[in-house]
């Protein structure tokens, strides 16, 4: 039986995907089992976690980024002392036969300190890999100083000497070290298995690590109140997520911009006071909650995902498609594994996109899009009581059963 499982995260607030699917998961856990538990670095206000019996033990600290001490920051993302002490405590009053370990992440403020302690305690540990940190020094396999995928082989001298960081050629050096770190505190591992979320991620990841277990989980999506958009009669076409190069949010405004169509710019990020100041044109409304994010979507004639990395398993391409929004999509990431090849352009090419983006300026190719894809979108796939479900499956696998 499984009586307790504890959640992993590197925050106990809602600031991203991750974030996201960890803490939802073990709300919806808190129902089904005797004991659920978050175990997070990073947080200061518990009550709805509280409210929902899930239990909280939080560090109280800083994620490696915000932390003033920036000595003790780069102490922490190497090796957290303090979350494997109190990661010890608390496992040392859990049973290893009925308890699982299920980690969302651990890089921004955990640290991979915790996984030995599990295996020396006898626990079995879950990972999903919701980045490609398991692998790539900076988690991304992108070089962000040139803007392109990288094809080094991980720790390889090359990626060691290559300049690839979003930030200085230092700390791509002390990313390094953290790898090597990783590498020795989870990949010896044999008490761990991993969580794909997307076939892409899987088919990348499994080239560098060699899995005791491994399953394929979709993440879910949040879809309340689900009805079908009237598309062809939408001007707006949409980018959601963060303001940042590599997610090709300039490519987007730019072929916009030259064809002079309606367009939303939803999320925050670095480049947001140069895009606002060059795109007029276009609105940039910041980060939006659900609720008003929804009414932007429901308003859309397409939605644009113009990545230039690969990406794990976007959730924006899904929760888009819910309400029948065709989607163009770069296909280089792994937002690919959820549309028809017919929607995909080649990344980071102006012309390319451009043709798919006239291409649906044409209503009846729009409306044929919006029906096939509100018919064919199979909700129960993202929901949270079938994600659930299939947690519980594998969690009973990696508990009770030798090999897969």
């Known amino acids: ?34 004991e659920s538990i978050l175990f997070c670095a990073v947080g200061d206000n518990f009550e709805d976690l509280l409210s929902k019996n899930v239990k909280v033990i939080c560090l109280n600290q800083y994620d490696i980024l915000n932390n003033p001490n920036r000595f003790k920051a780069i102490l922490q993302g190497l090796w957290n002392e303090k979350a494997r002490c109190e990661f010890k405590k608390l496992l040392q009053t859990k049973n290893p036969n009925e308890t699982i370990i299920h980690v969302h992440s651990w890089s921004n403020a955990i640290s991979s300190s915790i996984f030995k302690t599990a295996e020396n305690l006898g626990f079995k540990v879950v990972i999903t890999i919701h980045d490609y940190f398991l692998a790539c020094p900076n988690g991304g396999f992108y070089n962000y100083k040139k803007n392109h995928i990288c094809k080094l082989t991980p720790l390889s001298l090359k990626c060691i000497l290559c300049n690839c960081d979003s930030r200085k050629y230092l700390h791509k050096i002390w990313r390094v070290f953290r790898q090597f770190i990783l590498n020795n505190s989870i990949k010896k591992r044999k008490n761990i298995s991993y969580i794909f979320i997307s076939d892409f991620s899987e088919n990348i990841l499994t080239k560098y690590i060699n899995p005791n277990k491994r399953y394929r ?66 609105e940039f409304t910041g980060w939006l909650d659900y609720i008003n994010m929804r009414k932007y979507i429901l308003n859309a004639r397409c939605l644009v995902f113009p990545s230039l990395w690969y990406e794990c398993s976007p959730l924006t391409i899904s929760e888009v498609q819910a309400f029948g929004i065709p989607c163009i999509v770069s296909d280089c990431c792994a937002g690919k594994d959820f549309i028809s090849k017919e929607l995909l352009f080649n ?58």
């Open 1 to 34: 039986m499984i009586r307790t499982v504890i959640t992993v995260s590197d925050y106990g607030q809602v600031n991203g995907g991750s974030a996201k699917v960890a803490i939802e998961s073990a709300v919806a856990l808190a129902n089904i089992v005797k």
């Open 347 to 404: 990344t980071n090419n102006f012309e390319s996109l451009k043709e798919k983006i006239l291409a649906f300026k044409n209503n009846e190719t729009v409306e044929y899009w919006n029906n096939k894809i509100y018919n064919e979108f199979n909700e129960n796939k993202f929901s949270t009581q079938n994600y659930i479900k299939n947690l519980l499956n594998v969690y009973r696998d990696v508990l009770f059963n030798d090999t897969k």
């Open 217 to 282: 989980v979709n993440n879910p999506i949040e879809i309340k109140n689900r009805l079908k958009t009237d598309a062809p009669n939408n001007e707006i076409y949409l980018y959601i997520g963060r303001l940042t190069k590599e997610k090709g949010v300039c490519l987007f405004c730019e072929v916009i911009s030259s064809l002079k169509v309606k367009a939303v710019v939803i999320g925050d990020g670095y480049l947001l006071p140069e895009l606002k100041e060059k795109y007029k044109d276009i």
